[in-house]
């Protein structure tokens, strides 16, 4: 029987980091030949390399969406399973999991610190915090789950502290970085973009860079900010 992949990823957003590398992972195995399926919800039209179950059911609010998603994936699974399933979702029994976005707990934890009294509150009564951890335990918990992928050693230790899975079933792959798109030759890119910013080659710019401000650190990013010489700049990007 030939190989047949199948890739969870529930939405595509053009800048998701997660959807570039299923993006990639698709036109690389599509070349060798590999039997393809993607489940999502959406995917930009035009791919014909793989096939495309779109489990789109409606909902009303994150946990329905992510709750009605997942059982959709369950249902299409039970009727055509291909030989290996990877999963970019909190989504138990696939079997293998990338964990791109680490521990929602540990995540939550973290966003609490910066949070006042009724920041906190709100944070600990939301519900679709409370169904991504459910969702999450169930994931690691599943008998089903061959491996998970850990993009950084940070991740791989959380998971490891915090769920009884066999440390041989994490795997730490870093990220892939593509050295034609990343290049010395940037440099020069680099000044041009300096100069329209108004950026002098004096300057010392750090640049963050990602979709959802509150969790990638932008507010503990100008508090550092504060106590640096006045040549430092940052450059945000979302």
């Known amino acids: 029987m030939p190989l047949r992949l199948g890739l969870v990823r529930q939405r595509f957003t053009a800048f998701g980091g997660a959807e570039r590398f299923v993006a990639a992972a698709l036109e690389a195995l599509a070349r060798e030949g590999v039997s393809l399926s993607l489940y999502t919800r959406s995917w930009p039209e035009g791919a014909t390399a793989f096939e495309i179950h779109r489990l789109d059911p409606p909902y009303l609010g994150s946990v329905w969406r992510d709750w009605s998603f997942a059982r959709a994936l369950r249902r299409s699974l039970a009727q055509d399973r291909p030989t290996l399933v990877q999963t970019h979702e909190r989504v138990a029994g696939c079997d293998i999991y990338r964990a791109g976005d680490g521990v929602h707990a540990v995540w939550l934890e973290e966003r609490a610190r910066g949070l006042g009294v ?11 915090h409370h169904y991504v951890k459910s969702a999450e335990r169930r994931l690691f918990e599943h008998p089903g789950l061959c491996a998970v992928i850990c993009n950084s050693r940070l991740v791989m230790e959380q998971i490891a502290s915090r769920f009884a899975l066999p440390r041989e079933r994490l795997h730490l792959i870093y990220n892939a970085v593509d050295g034609e798109r990343f290049s010395p030759a940037l ?3 680099g000044l041009a973009l300096r100069a329209r910013l ?3 080659r004096e300057r010392v710019v750090s640049l963050l860079l990602g979709s959802g401000y509150a969790r990638k650190g932008l507010d ?6 504060r106590g640096v010489p006045a040549h430092f700049a940052l450059v945000v990007v979302g």
């Open 198 to 200: 108004g950026l002098g």
């Open 118 to 128: 009724l920041g906190r509150l709100a944070l600990a009564a939301n519900p679709y």
């Open 187 to 189: 440099r020069e890119r």
């Open 220 to 225: 503990a990013a100008l508090k550092a900010l």
